[in-house]
């Protein structure tokens, strides 16, 4: 997958959003395909990926098929794209899938050593005592999991470092910078239903 097919993937979500046709909120990715793209070439498809509700990039690069993930937004749910049977579940809560993710790598580690659980977050997200308290067991107790921070700068609208401050720190984690493309939720245009 390029970036240009994510790119038209994520236009044809919002034509469809801006038609009327996704009678739910719309979470747009855009301006990390790049980075994306480099960090899914080391994620195996036997790995378990939790993302954000701004998933779609995940879960096209994780290989779920395009109309699959695509059937699921026009059906409403693109905020909580679950796939199970690909190893793949969102969670429109911030900081939700937290422990659910270090609760699969406890197990795995214990089961499936080989495997590896991989817990896409935002800056926000990445602020919180959920990503404090998931990350300090994740450590304690070596599980194989890495935490992904997407950091745009923004919680939801607001300046992070204005409303949060200090950075985690955890040699289990990694962070990557882009800026975002698209409004927080929606598209920037009034959609009536």
Not at 88 to 104: R, W
Not at 131 to 140: G, I, L, M, P, T
Not at 166 to 185: C, G, L, N, Q, W
Request: aromatic fraction near 10%; proline fraction near 5%; hydrophobic fraction near 40%.
């Amino acid at each position: 997958m390029t970036p240009a097919d994510l790119i038209a993937f994520e236009d044809a979500v919002k034509a469809a959003f801006e038609a009327g046709k996704i009678r739910g909120p719309v979470h747009l990715a855009g301006g990390n395909e790049d980075q994306l793209i480099e960090i899914f070439e080391s994620i195996s498809l036997t790995d378990w990926v939790f993302a954000t509700y701004r998933n779609h990039y995940h879960a096209l690069l994780h290989g779920i098929p395009r109309d699959k993930v695509m059937a699921e937004i026009m059906a409403g749910r693109s905020m909580n794209l679950s796939f199970p049977e690909h190893r793949f579940v969102t969670s429109a809560i911030v900081g939700g899938i937290l422990p659910i993710a270090v609760g699969v790598a406890a197990a795995m580690k214990r089961k499936e050593p080989y495997r590896h659980v991989w817990c896409f977050v935002g800056d926000m997200a990445a602020s919180i005592g959920a990503f404090h308290e998931a990350n300090s067991y994740a450590k304690h107790h070596d599980l194989p999991i890495t935490f992904v921070i997407e950091d745009n700068g923004l919680s939801c609208d607001s300046p992070t470092d204005e409303c949060w401050g200090m950075e985690p720190s955890s040699d289990k984690k990694t962070r990557y910078f882009y800026e975002r493309k698209h409004p927080h939720v929606g598209t920037g245009k009034y959609v009536s239903f």
